[in-house]
């Protein structure tokens, strides 16, 4: 009898059809001389500290850092994960053949392996490796098992992987929250949380320090046609004053017009994270929602396996690509075009040398049906567009240039028109986003232009003011992580870089998401700011490995390495024991500040749960603010502000020197000027840790 182990129930039953395995048991199928059984996903963990000593349950300074002298792996403490793992054990042992039907991913080796390490399998193993779950796939798979030792590198990267964030992740939270979290709070440290969170507190800073400043540019409007001077912008508003009264005494003079064709290359096909930022930035999805939908649709077998790292497809799927636009009768406004004429094959589309375990994520040949959420349907469209956009030929556009100059101050302009869509016919009925409009507002049409000709123009000044850093979106963070913080906008470049991009592209959503839980971070409207609570984290960690993007990209490299067979698993695994040791002697060492910031919330809540007391809400919409006394306040996430911020400026926020105020006493403070003498002040610059709080002629904050 032969074993298949599929990582989820609803993937066994799809196996089990095809195999005709069609006799349901308690936890498996069995039928024609197959078992077909499942894992919930992970069965199996790594052993906590506990589990190794008694002694290690205690958060206790002098028994870090915890190095096990051999890693060993449990079952996940559930009844059903028991139940499971008893028929599977017993499979294991009836069989003549185990079939290793896992994710066919790095995260699915190692789920499959570790069951199997728990159960003493010592049978045969073979590996199935499909990246789709239509009928067709698994039986194509099931025809070309590969041997399970092809996949060893694998499962040690995996395995790997798991260790070096236990070591990180458990020795360096129990060291920074007994250092530093006062005994109350637990402050987490990960392998990939810290350094993305080291990124967003960086941003946050940035944005903070920022100052507005004023500027002056000169333009001007000749033949319908704005042009704008090419040089420096002016800091005073008199220079540009003197500007404009030299430029109304010249005439208007063109010196060169150029036009030039230019192509514009067609978007690539989507890995997870291309699809995740899509997602964010049109529709405003979490990465993880946008992981949930494409992983709703692999398992409907209307798309192929989703969490992969390449954009490229393999030269075997060729073939195939016909029959699937062909499959898809939503579209044929689109794919009609393409099936008329053989279907191009462009080395930017088919890569053997950069496709990994996987090719990029393209629908199947099972079209979607009415069932899907509105949620999927949205996803799917993303997928199924840029799967026909990479097929159609480029957009050809072309750019004007023109240059001027006003006596002897020069002047340019410039526009773009498309001359033939291309692959923007797939787009053309689509709404634009935010970015798009922008551009297109800053086109404009440019009439033929004679070198030398001279004629009377209309100058004006433009005042602007510079602006500060945008914050973090999810499809920016996405971005920084894969390129571990660095800014690129060239794909191919991108691409390169991904080998360095912290966390991998099935991990970052739920990253994300644990920095949301932990509330290190925030979200307004689609932009993510760092919290005071992970500003603080983050400060108080002075060991650059813990989080620099690009040091925890070059331990993914490494990973990606023992993958390959390059790099020896046990390297790596000494690497991180012994920066953790000397991370642990470098903090126990060093002069503590203790960060309050979940003691408060915690006190806060248990008041609550004891005595619940009814709340009389303020509606900070009727109230005036007291600086201007012409706008009404408003209630943000961080704190009570006027209507009309950006000119008048007044804001109280909910943490003032490090004390969590109610809306209760910020509304004391506003409609008396000062509140009630308060306790529990841990930042203030003085060290004054009770006082009053009132406003000084400026509306700034006293104590």
Sequence with gaps: MKLCIAEKPSVARDIAKVLGADMPKQGYYEGNGYCVTWTFGHLCTLKEPHDYSPHFKSWDLVFLPIIPQNFGIKLIPNNGVEKQFKTIEKLV??????????????????????????????????????????????????????????????????????????????????????????????????????????????????????????????????????????????????????????????????????????????????????????ANKKYGFSAENTLKYIQSLYEKKHTTYPRVDTTYLSDSLYPKIAGILASMKFYTEWTSVLLSQPIPKSKAVFDDSKVTDHHAIIPTEIPPTSNLSKEEKLIYDLVAKRFIAVFYP?????????????????????????????????????????????????????????????????????????????????????????????????????????????????????????????????????????????????????????????????????????????????????????????LTHKVVHEKAKVIAHREEEVVVKEKKERAPRKVTSIVWEEEDCPKCKQSKLIKGKTAIGCTDFKACGFKVTFEVFGKKLTEKQIFDLIKKGKTSKLKGFTTHPNNIDEGILSFDENFSLTL
Excluded at 467 to 481: D, G, I, N, V, W
Aim: net charge negative; with cysteine; charged share 35%.
């Design 394 to 582: 480029e957009c050809k556009i072309s750019n004007t240039l023109v240059e001027a100059q006003v006596g002897t101050i020069p002047f340019k302009a410039s526009g773009r028109q498309i001359l033939e869509m291309g692959w923007r016919e797939v787009y053309a009925k689509d709404k634009k986003d935010d970015s798009e409009k922008k551009d297109k507002d800053e086109e404009q049409s440019i009439p033929e232009f004679v070198i030398g000709e001279k004629g009377e123009h209309e100058p004006l000044i433009h005042q602007g003011k510079t602006s500060p850093p945008k914050p973090y979106t999810e499809a920016t963070l996405l971005r920084a992580m894969e390129t571990a913080g660095k800014q690129v906008e060239d794909e191919e470049l991108r691409e390169m870089l991904k080998n360095n991009g912290i966390g991998r592209p099935s991990t970052r959503a739920n990253i994300i998401e644990t920095l949301f839980k932990r509330k290190y971070i925030d979200r307004k409207k689609k932009n993510i700011f760092a919290t005071t609570v992970g500003i603080e984290l983050i400060d108080t960690i002075q060991d650059e490995l813990l989080k620099s993007p690009e040091l925890t990209g070059e331990w993914e490299f490494k990973l990606r390495k023992i993958e390959k067979g390059e790099y020896e698993a046990n390297q790596f695994k000494d690497e991180l024991i012994q920066m953790v040791t000397e």
């Design 93 to 278: 042992e009836d069989c003549d053949e185990v079939i290793n039907c896992g994710d066919a991913g790095q995260e699915g080796e190692l789920i499959q392996r570790w069951v199997l390490q728990k159960a003493k399998c010592k049978k045969p193993m073979k590996r199935l490796w499909i990246s789709s779950l239509t009928e067709d796939a698994i039986k194509e798979g099931f025809e070309t098992l590969k041997p399970a030792e092809d996949y060893q590198n694998l499962y040690l990267a995996g395995n790997a992987r798991a260790i070096g964030d236990w070591l990180l992740g458990i020795n360096a939270t129990r060291l920074f929250t007994k250092k530093y979290g006062g005994n109350k709070a637990v402050l987490s440290i990960g392998r990939v949380q810290t350094p993305t969170l080291a990124m967003l507190v960086q941003r946050q800073k940035e944005i903070d320090a920022f100052q507005t400043e004023e500027y002056w540019e000169l333009k001007t409007k000749y033949r319908d046609v704005v042009f704008n001077a090419a040089i420096d912008r002016l800091k005073s508003l008199d220079k540009a004053e003197k500007g404009l009264e030299y430029l109304k005494q010249h005439l208007f003079e063109i010196l060169s017009f150029e036009i030039k064709e230019g192509r514009e290359k067609n978007p690539r096909l989507f890995d997870l994270t291309a699809l995740q930022v899509e």
